[in-house]
């Protein structure tokens, strides 16, 4: 059988993750595309439990755990030391939930960005804080319910644009990819890899725990939000050349994702339609952005390191 | 080669010769001539080293963490609001047991806003585990550079080190410093070696989760490693002098032997009480000057045996513990409760904020204290006005 992702496994079995966690997917897929030369920068969220307790770590990469807020500066002090010290080659992965990267963070994250740091920052997405017990962050979607977004006065703002306000940055790459698309991931993320400056990856990962849904349809949910266009796959070069990864040639409705997630039990009708509305437009939106760009070779992945 | 330099340049100047391989910092009044000088001396390759000019004091910490966690000799400095920024991060840093060496200039919290001096700001970090030293003259705040880095980075220390100095009275006056010689200090200092570092070659998780079976035991080690870090100070400071002709204890004493009185002082209030005991002394008065210059590790010994025979021991504070007394007081006070000698020991408060203390006011204590036969108070103000 051919194989399309590598086969190396970097993660290994006995971490601490819920069962079907697409925050463990999104490490597993990272990783391959990384290989063993990386280092990591992981903040307070639920991968510095998933990980193990002392004195155990279920990656076979160094894992630097640090304060909430410091994913990104912690990993621009290791990628400066590592260079200090004669080793140019390994690469510091900042990896960060959504609390982390959308809210806390993001002071840290723009810094490390606007200097375009040699680093690489991965946010997987749970569109909330699930370490401390489900509560919204300004990932979590509108109308969602999480523990401080009561069903009866659920979250009224939408999910921050986190890719837009990185892209703003105009840092040289950044991306996003979903656990159920692993051959576009380690793409993504190998291309990231092979990119000089600070590149941010945003992992769509369900979260069977926080989002009230069956373990078993983590992958199928991370699907159907792409072919729902919930979470389009696409990618941003110096932050104006759009490329779109997945054009689904018939988009399924959003109901079919937001159907399967306790999260959006109390939705009605009305509002399931307003948020078909809000897809569509942001859709439209980001086809209009990736118009006009053309396919280079840069974006099939052929720019080398320096 | 002798030079003539502010204290912030001094600070600069000391990280240049421990050649400091990574440096993170933010500015804040009255710190930013070391970051403005140490970018220069990268600029010019005079220092080869990555200077990340990071967007806060926060991730200025979590870099420096970041840079020594993978091995690099790491330097940061700041002040005030910028170091209470920090403070998780001190905490991590001493956690994570990364050495690092952070200059911070004493300057008072806001509000009301202020950029003058006194120590609130670096005494707030007491508890986080960061070895303390508080410096007299631009000379010792170079030299302390290299010495926080030998003990800071010894692997039965990897405690991350502060120095202190006062914000302008030191920061920005200029003095007559004698640059170390950068192949001695290399000899002195070389190059850092650690075994226990972020590695993908050997790679491990540093600070994972940990229960109650285990954390207990990670805290006695770090204060298995503060106590042990006070005899290397000491070793440090010798093998200094040997090299430079210089060294400062963990604390200095001027005039103990028969004193009477005593004072205990730090940092540039020191200097001042210095000038105090010997006009005094040409008096015939006997008394006697104790700077702490190490305050984190505590020396306890050394303060007991300089003090105990005292008559009555009057302690200046730049500082205070809101709803308590002065810090240096509390401390010196403490250390002596189980000694059979227990001097009277006087607390006073002055120059908060920058209010100039004077050799007035110094004699103004003496003549306070000596108008009390025992402490009574728990805060003595001086120079309050109505
Ligand atoms: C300064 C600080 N504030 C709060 C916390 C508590 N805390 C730990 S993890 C977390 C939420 C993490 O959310 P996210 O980044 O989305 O990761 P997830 O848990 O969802 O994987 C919070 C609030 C903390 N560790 N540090
Ligand atoms: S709470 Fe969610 S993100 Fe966290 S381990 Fe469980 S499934 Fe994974
Ligand atoms: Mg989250």
Known sequence: MKLTIPEQELMQSGHLACQGCGATLAMRYALKALGQNTVLSIPACCWSVIDGPFPYSSLKVPIFHTAFETAASAASGMEAGLEMMGDKDTQVVAWAGDGGTFDIGIQALSGAAERNDNIMYICYDNEAYMNTGIQRSSATPRLSWTTTTPENHPKETPKKDMVGIMAAHRIPYVATCSVAYPEDMVKKVKKAKDTQGCKFIHVFAPCPTGWRSAPETCVKLARLAVQTKVFPLYEIFNGVDYKINVKPAKPKPVTEYVKLQGRFRHLTEADIKQIQRTVDWEWERLLKMAEGCEETEEKKGKKKKK | ?386
């Not at chain 2, 290299?146 to 039965?156: C, D, L, P, T």
């Not at chain 2, 007081?329 to 189980?338: D, G, H, I, L, T």
């Open chain 2, 1 to 386: 080669m002798k030079k003539v330099v502010m204290g912030n340049h001094a600070l600069s100047y000391g990280a240049m010769l421990a050649r400091a391989q990574v440096i993170a910092a933010y500015p804040i009044t009255p710190q930013t001539e070391v970051v403005g000088f140490l970018s220069e001396l990268c600029a010019d390759k005079l220092l080869d080293a990555k200077f990340i000019k990071v967007e806060s004091e926060h991730s200025a910490m979590a870099a420096s963490i970041g840079a020594s966690a993978v091995g690099a000799r790491t330097f940061t400095a700041t002040s005030a609001q910028g170091l209470a920024l920090m403070h998780e991060m001190l905490h991590w840093a001493v956690g994570a047991r990364t050495p690092v060496v952070l200059g911070n200039i004493n300057r008072a919290m806001g509000p009301p806003w202020t950029i003058w001096t006194d120590q609130n700001d670096s005494l707030s970090q007491r508890d986080t585990g960061l070895i303390q030293y508080y410096c007299e003259s631009n000379q010792e705040v170079l030299d302390t550079v290299i010495q926080a880095f030998k003990v800071s980075e010894n692997e039965r220390v990897l405690l991350p080190a502060m120095i202190v100095l006062d914000a302008f009275v030191l920061s920005h006056t200029s003095e007559v410093v004698d640059m170390p010689d950068q192949e001695l200090v290399d000899k002195y200092l070389p190059r850092r070696k650690a075994t226990y570092r972020v590695d993908p070659k050997d790679p491990h998780s540093f600070g994972n989760l940990t229960g109650p079976d285990r954390y207990y035991e990670l805290r006695y080690k770090i204060e298995r490693s503060m106590r042990e870090a006070e005899g290397l100070i000491k070793e440090a400071d010798e093998e200094f002098d040997k090299l430079f002709g210089r060294k400062y204890g963990l604390i200095e004493t001027h005039q103990i032997e028969d004193a009477e009185t005593i004072l205990v002082a730090s940092a540039t209030v020191a200097g001042t009480a210095r000038t105090v005991v010997d006009e005094l002394r040409a008096k015939g008065e006997k008394i006697g000057l104790v700077r702490v210059r190490v305050f984190r590790p505590f020396p306890f010994q050394e303060i007991r045996k300089a003090i105990e025979n005292a008559h009555r021991v009057m302690v200046i504070d730049r500082n205070i513990s809101f709803g308590h007394s002065g810090i240096f007081y509390q401390e010196v006070k403490a250390a002596m409760y189980n000694q059979p000698r227990r001097p009277p020991i006087f607390g006073y408060i002055a120059g908060l904020g920058g209010r100039d203390v004077t050799p007035e006011t110094i004699a103004e204590i003496i003549e306070d204290a000596g108008k009390r036969d025992r402490s009574e108070e728990d805060i003595i103000w001086i120079g309050l006005k109505p």
